[in-house]
């Protein structure tokens, strides 16, 4: 457990932590010298259990309240220190609230310095202490009264940050790993070493990590967890990392840096939020209001854009995207807290909703009904609400790095909802079984459509019938939706065009009435010379376009063949002369023979044997050198089919 003092200048904390754990949390020269915290202090003491409990001791001056935001970052409670002979003061409150927001649930109250106070006055501060208390989420933490001076007490706050350690919620670690630094030095002859609380995951030795959001890449070397050398670094823990790489130094890591596991590093400079205004606020806040984001120990200057039409009055709640001067490393469902600009005061906090926002059409229906689905709790009922929802899917990958989710951990909650997964690897996207019943339906009835309105095309391309689907996915996800349609047997694919599996082309009434004139033509005698497309046509007396049109549709049909351009041969007629070639080929000296053997057997001339033997030459049936062909026995099999190839032998 992390444990984290928060309260008004020389009230006491680091004495109290020193008490606690015979640590000097000040370690700076500026901090001996001046007898007051000014940056965070680190401390720890075991537990009965075998467990360690850190403290994040945290300044209370007023000039340092963005160390004391990063110092709260991760920790488990809150010990808030209280002097009793001063009393609740302006940083009690703020410590207080910032805590509040930050999500920190458990807590002590130590009511210290009462050596200094009768106890009637020790009283009444108890009372003062419990009613501001009463509106956070610390309204029943005990109130416990020490002295560093007497020994009073200390071993009552000390049991009962124990308590807290044995019977408080458990940090769920689950997820991939996160660290937010806090700290960055160099030890001689260990190298670089990044200190801060692991916010969810864990790391062993030797797993590779990412800072971020530089986006250097590095590698543990050894861990101390709770001040002790360590294997793994889990959630819930302090942690720090001895880091080495090529970008890896001293000066490249900053407090506010995440070292994370890669799959996770995106930062972000636009979020969506749910803030809180804190009631003290002087006025409400307003579209584009500029003020300072804390998020973990980061810190970056903001404009704040309202998703809502009226301003959030103070005490008010509200969704705001928040448009950083850089990005930073977060994920969605962290606390963050808001300050203006000046360092002055905090004005609010609450937690990031989405990591994506989008800089255009932010307040529309669709656009909240989104974040309406992205604020729900529990990782299933996201994700349900999320398909649910325009834009009707959700990419994977996205959406695990985003909540720092493992694969296992997005597989349970994908056990109990009925989904379908499209797609492979970062590209997978998951559908709700109605919206794919959708796509699927909307896909049947636009090809029986289009089939019946055109009934001698092949079908349609897929850019067309992405256009088609109900509802519209944007052009990479649609095409993965009609490649799973086409695998599922919805639709096949013939040509490049998509149609259903049992279309069969059709001619129309007066097409099928050529068709019929031109068979004759096609068939008997003529079968292995048949008339070109203007030669048919001037047979008939026709259009040489109605001619084309009608013999290509047959070819589309597999009817024909157009061996070479505007000449085409009946199927029928190809499969013979391609058992014909082989029969050339077997009583041919080596299997060799030349386009004079072929046009003896057809009697159609050398130059349409040779256009012949070049269109078997394109489907690999035939083999040329020179002057000479040979065949591919299992192409022929292949092209004819051996059923067709024996009988026609025999």
Known sequence: MIVGTAGHIDHGKSALVRALTGIDTDRLKEEKARGISIDLGFAYIPCENGETIGFVDAPGHSRFIRNMIAGATGIDALMLVVAADDG???????????????????????????????????????????????????????????????????????????????????????????????????????????????????VSVGDRVTVSPQGFSARVRSIHAQNRPAETGRCGERCALNLTGDAISRDAIARGDVVLDPLLHAPSDRIDCRLNLLDNEPRSLKHWTPARVHHGAAEASARVALLQEEPIAPGGEGRVQLVLDRPIAAGAGDFFILRDTSGARTMGGGRFVDLRAPQRRRKTPERLAKLDA????????????????????????VFARDHALSEEALDKALENLSHVSIGQGAETILISKKTWGSLRDSARRALEAFHENNPGEKGVTAKRLAEMLEPRMPAPVAASVIDALAEEGVLSLHGGALRLPDHKLKLGGRDAALRARMLPHLKGAERFRPPRVNEMAELLHLKEDDARRVLKTMARQGEA?????????????????????????????????????????????????????????RQGVTLRRGDLRHIDSQRLQRFVGDARLAGAAS
């Open 88 to 202: 609740v003061m302006p940083q009690t409150r703020e410590h207080l609230a910032i805590a509040d927001l930050l999500g920190v649930k458990e807590g002590v109250v130590a009511l210290t310095k009462t050596d200094l106070v009768p106890d009637d006055w020790r009283a009444a501060m108890i009372g003062e202490v419990r009613d501001v208390l009463a509106p956070t989420a610390f309204a029943s933490a005990p109130i416990l009264p020490v002295s560093t001076q007497t020994g009073e007490g200390v071993e009552a706050v000390r049991a009962a940050l124990q308590n807290l350690a044995a019977h408080g919620a458990p940090r769920a670690a689950q997820g991939r790993f996160r660290l937010a630094v806090d700290r960055c030095f160099t030890i001689s002859g260990v190298g670089t070493v990044v200190t801060g609380p692991v916010m969810s995951g864990s």
């Open 561 to 617: 063949v157009e061996i070479v351009a505007d000449h085409f041969f009946l199927r029928e007629a190809v499969d013979e002369v391609a058992v014909i070639i082989e029969e050339i080929a077997r009583t041919a000296p080596d299997g060799f023979f030349a386009a004079a053997a072929l046009r003896d057997r057809l009697e159609n001339g050398r130059k349409l044997s040779i256009q012949i033997l070049d269109y078997f030459d």
């Open 374 to 397: 992205l604020e729900r709790a529990d990782p299933v009922d996201r994700l349900s609400a999320l398909m649910a929802c325009k834009p009707f899917y959700v990419v994977r990958t």
